[in-house]
């Protein structure tokens, strides 16, 4: 059930899903620029193989870090619509806006993302 929101939380969730959607759309192409990088890599020489193959590595590595935000986005887009964007996943307080403006899909709170970082 979504709680009713005044003019200024209004503003701020159209705000928050207009940045949520840029992200999203951005780490989409970036996805898929990595994807035509490999397709044309498989059409290189032997001997650029082995360079290929280390340049491979790295974008796997950096891939996996985009679908890991690409989902947080997603998932934010996903509370967003249920009315509960902003609320910390592990100690259920509100995030601060200043916070959700850095990192409009953050999940935890400052200090339950400290205790989880150690």
């Known amino acids: 059930m979504r709680k ?13 899903r207009k940045e949520l959607l840029n992200k999203k759309a951005e780490l989409q192409v970036s996805l898929g620029i990595s994807s035509k990088r490999r397709a044309d890599a498989e059409r290189t020489s032997e001997d650029d193989r082995i360079t290929v193959s280390k340049d491979e590595f790295l ?47 953050a999940t935890y709170c400052v200090d339950c993302q400290d205790k989880a970082a150690d």
């Open 59 to 105: 974008q796997s590595r950096v891939d996996r870090v985009f679908y890991a935000e690409l989902r947080q986005v997603e998932s934010a887009l996903a509370l967003l619509d249920l009315g509960v964007h902003g609320t910390c996943a592990e100690c259920g307080a509100s995030i601060s806006s200043k916070r959700l403006r850095a990192v409009p899909w």
């Open 4 to 16: 009713p929101t005044n003019g200024n939380q209004g503003n701020s969730i159209r705000t928050f």
